[in-house]
């Protein structure tokens, strides 16, 4: 049945700020803590920019100095968007450049006329054109199409330029402080502080790495933020008007063309118009997409980083769980009857490549981490080998099969990486829901990343060290 | 006796005008008219079953398509006082792959994209599209130059009718014959 290997079925226990269970599939293990990781635990950072329809990359770090440097604002740049491809603001779909021929008289002998070919945006999926909007047709296939501009631009970098300044006085007087209280303790309290925190007026989560010992550094950068900041701006502050348009006279008699109306999102999409008339939607650049990369919180190394490239789907780093922990699945259920034991199957997957010695304990009365569970479950008391994770296994025929002399009352079946085991469960409460049972599996675990030593004279095997996960699983509901 | 005989009489097969490409691989039942520069792809299916067909000029019906004439829900073959309706449909309409129509009118230069259905109680007038997927059963006739799209069946009104596809037209009519017989009618 399909439906007993969906994901939700079986859950870890993540021990983080907070106690997070979830398939194993959504989390990351951290070898060098040797903890389980959810998206909850990690910090998630900005790897690069790219366009979901040309697939352009634009890495943040560039982005953010063409914004810095140039004093006139790219818009393009600034707002992150692509500059080639095009939302319909009608169905919000990617829009493509069609062309046409028309005929236009050459320009060496205006009496005669030639083909030449005229480009206009067109949506596949809803029908708009750029034509319905009235904007002409281009001569060129890209680069043509110009964003209309917003009236109040200046203004609104006015605003923006005062505010930044404001913000970043704020921020020097808030670290002053700080610093002048808590001289020796300093370098930790400073970066904890000002990594997490998302600074005022949206300048952004600045990520700035502070290396413990050394004070100095972020002094030095303070005092010169001091001397840049020289120029004063100051903003005109916005002027209360007493009297409002008036509303125009056949407001209520005036018949609605209702294809005109815009609505709530497509008006919202262009928050420099939010044109009431479909006759003004004008087309916007794409949004950039982000490749995000995940890091470990308490030591700050990467558990996941994509490729630079866009079109590939690879990482460079990808330390996930699955791959390092054994993975407890459901395979079969019998019917659950309230108080009748009944034998579950499940299976155990061994992703490494070297014998793993797996546990199971069951959780004792009053464990803190059983919250869930309903019913009693009687786990193997013996050890369960599980063998290594061997990709040319298939193909190599003379290999002979391992004999791990298993217990047939245990073990149900073994197939290269995986066992087939028995638990015993017994149903505890009457109601409506599924049966829960949760337990502890502990296994060997052999850190490959861990730094190396000088060793004496042999390399000894890399230590395996015992993990300890706790597992709940989601068995059905009772059959009456 | 009278409908006896009316009944068999429209039993003839298929009308297909000259200049019209209908594959033999198609499937065409009852009483239909295809007109000229009308292409029928193989694995179309046309069914006259509770009135005849009449399809105009310049049409393009794609594979899998299904034009269907057929009873209303409530009512059985057999029953008395059931007038054959006849289907009308125009000149340069798309019926895309795998779509479904049960309209009994359609003007010209529509689209009906793929996997679209169409109930019968709807009246196309010209230049509209019934988007892909869009399952469309309202009483109701639809303005000109009407797109119907998305998952909610949204609809807007485009400002250009649709192009006629007359270099595709020219394309199959071309190279379908190379690759399939066709069906010719019997000249009374």
């Known amino acids: 049945m399909a439906s007993l290997l969906q994901p939700d079925r079986v859950l870890y226990l993540v021990h983080g700020e907070k106690k997070i269970r979830s398939p194993l599939s959504t989390l990351y293990f951290c070898r060098y803590c040797s903890e389980l990781r959810s998206l909850e635990c990690v910090s998630h950072e900005v790897d690069s920019h790219y366009c979901p329809s040309c697939l352009e990359n634009m890495p943040s770090a560039e982005a953010k100095l063409k914004k810095n440097r140039k004093r006139i604002c790219n818009q393009l740049n600034e707002n992150f968007r692509c500059a080639n491809c095009f939302d319909c603001p009608c169905c919000m779909h990617t829009l493509s450049t069609r062309a046409t021929n028309i005929p236009a008289p050459l320009p060496d002998d205006p009496s005669k006329t030639a083909m030449k070919k005229a480009y206009y945006l067109a949506c596949g999926f809803c029908r708009w054109t750029s034509r319905d909007v009235g904007m002409a047709d281009k001569s060129v296939a890209s680069g043509g199409w110009q964003e209309p501009d917003n009236p109040h631009t200046q203004r609104i970098n006015k605003l923006i330029e005062y505010y930044q300044q404001l913000a970043q006085r704020e921020k020097l007087e808030r670290d002053r402080k700080k610093l002048a209280r808590r001289r020796p303790y300093m370098p930790l309290a400073f970066s904890q502080h000002t990594i997490h925190v998302v600074e005022k007026y949206g300048l952004g989560t600045r990520l700035q790495r502070q290396r413990p010992g050394a004070p100095i550094t972020s002094l030095a950068g303070l005092s010169l933020k001091e001397g840049e900041d020289q120029k004063e701006i100051n903003i005109e502050p916005a002027q209360a008007l007493d009297e409002v348009e008036p509303l125009p006279e056949d407001c209520y008699t005036r018949p609605i063309n209702l294809p005109e109306v815009t609505s709530l999102r497509q008006r919202l999409l262009q928050p420099d118009f939010q044109p ?97 569970s309903t019913a009693k479950v009687m786990v193997p008391t013996k050890e369960l080998v599980l063998a290594g994770k061997d990709a040319a296994a298939e193909y190599d025929e003379l290999a002979e099969p391992q004999d791990f002399q298993d217990d047939p009352d245990v073990v149900a079946f073994r197939k290269s990486n995986k066992i087939g085991f028995f638990i015993k469960v017994v149903p505890q409460r009457e109601e409506d829901g599924d049966v829960t049972v949760s337990f502890k599996i502990r296994h060997d675990f052999r850190n490959l990343a861990a730094p190396i030593r000088p060793s004496e004279e042999g390399d000894a095997p890399a230590e395996a060290i015992w993990l300890t996960h706790h597992v709940e699983l989601s068995l059905g509901p009772i059959i009456a | 006796s009278d409908k006896m005989s009316d009944k068999q009489s429209a039993q003839k097969s298929a009308k297909i005008a000259s200049g019209a490409v209908v594959c033999v691989e198609s499937e065409i039942r009852g009483d239909v008219t295809i007109g000229a520069r009308t292409v029928v792809h ?106 119907i799209f998305g998952s909610g069946c949204q609809r807007r009104v485009q400002t250009e009718r649709p192009q006629p596809q007359t270099l595709q037209l020219d394309f199959l009519m071309k190279i379908l014959p190379n690759y399939h017989h066709l069906k010719k009618t019997v000249k009374n």
Do not use: W
Request: hydrophobic share 35%.
């Open chain 1, 276 to 372: 009431a008339g479909a006759s003004q939607l004008h087309p916007k650049h794409k949004h950039l997409l982000i490749k995000r990369s995940l890091r470990c919180r308490k030591c700050e190394h990467n558990l996941s980083k994509p490729e630079f490239n866009p079109t590939s789907i690879k990482f460079k780093i990808q330390l996930v769980a699955v791959s390092y922990i054994p993975e407890v699945r459901i395979m079969s259920i019998p019917n659950l009857r309230f108080q009748k034991e009944c034998q579950v199957l499940l299976t155990l997957t061994n992703p490494v490549e070297n014998i793993t010695h797996v546990t199971l304990v069951g959780c004792e009365e009053g464990d803190p981490e059983d919250i869930n």
């Open chain 2, 42 to 147: 193989p694995k179309a299916r046309i069914i006259a079953e509770a009135g005849p067909i009449v399809i105009g000029e310049g049409n393009l019906i794609e594979e899998q398509a299904l034009i269907i004439n057929s009873y209303p829900e409530n009512i059985t073959p057999d029953s008395e006082g059931v007038e054959a309706k006849t289907m009308t449909i125009g000149i340069n309409n798309v019926f895309e792959v795998g779509c479904m129509s049960q309209a009994l009118k359609i003007g010209d230069n529509n689209v009906i994209e793929s996997k679209a259905d169409l109930g019968r109680n709807m009246i196309l007038t010209s230049g509209c599209i019934i988007g892909a997927c869009c399952q469309v059963n309202t009483c109701e006739v639809i303005p000109e130059n009407t797109v």
